[in-house]
């Protein structure tokens, strides 16, 4: 959905690099989120975010942290990248907590 | 939170209807029946959801058993780009500190064949 975009796209750095991914909407959403998503599994989320003011962790948030610069910005930082950090992750938006969540097209990120 | 169990991969054949069946014994009154699937690394996209009547739009249409334990997505006439994963997710329920958040398991692995 392009209304909810990501970047980079792709990334890979190296064990001990800051990594920031960047997510956008143009939804008027509320609400933001943050998964990441390792092969075969599920999306496990990272942090959430129901307005500029609120944040909120997830289920997986050691080793990560978020701003919210704006309704339309939620950024994603690793602070000291490892390895087992690599995996796929995306942004979502919603209208409202019970609202459905409308996703971007995902970052990939490796780590070595 | 309800949880839910789904085989982890079925095969259909174009032009055919999709039976996706999940399990959520646990679910609560308030709580709602969520699918979302996901094409190949792509970021998931809501189907539809339902809390105890069934419905259908126009991708897809759901049925929840009348106990609610368990539920159906059915697919009427698939195509090669319904190949997914589909995922059956309990939404926690109004009132809780978890509103709003999805909590995804492994889900369908759904290959439409020729």
């Known amino acids: 959905d392009a209304d909810v975009t990501q970047t980079p796209r792709n990334r890979i750095t190296k064990t001990g690099k800051r990594i920031m991914l960047e997510c956008s909407q143009t939804?008027?959403?509320?609400?933001m989120y943050w998964y990441r998503q390792d092969p075969g599994l599920g999306l496990r989320l990272i942090y959430y975010?129901?307005?500029?003011?609120?944040?909120n962790k997830g289920e997986i948030s050691d080793g990560y942290s978020v701003s919210r610069q704006a309704q339309a910005k939620f950024s994603l930082s690793l602070e000291s990248a490892i390895p087992n950090q690599t995996a796929l992750y995306f942004c979502?938006?919603?209208?409202?907590?019970?609202?459905?969540?409308?996703f971007g097209p995902g970052t990939r990120l490796t780590v070595l | 939170d309800a949880k839910t169990t789904q085989p982890p991969s079925m095969d259909c054949a174009e032009g055919r209807a999709a039976n996706l069946p999940c399990n959520h014994s646990?679910?609560?009154?308030?709580?709602?029946v969520y699918w979302y699937r996901q094409i190949h690394s792509q970021g998931p996209q809501y189907i539809i959801h339902?809390?105890?009547n069934n419905e259908t739009n126009e991708m897809a249409s759901l049925i929840i058993t009348e106990d609610r334990k368990s539920s159906t997505l059915i697919l009427p006439h698939a195509t090669l780009r319904d190949t997914a994963v589909y995922y059956c997710?309990?939404?926690?329920?109004?009132?809780?500190?978890?509103?709003?958040?999805?909590?995804f398991g492994a889900g369908t692995q759904v290959v439409v064949t020729p």
């Open positions: 975010s129901f307005d500029v003011k609120d944040i």
């Open positions: 997710i309990v939404r926690f329920p109004l009132g809780t500190d978890s509103w709003g958040k999805l909590q």
């Open positions: 339902g809390l105890k």
């Open positions: 646990t679910i609560s009154g308030n709580e709602y």
């Open positions: 939804k008027g959403h509320d609400r």
């Open positions: 979502a938006t919603s209208y409202s907590p019970g609202g459905n969540q409308f």
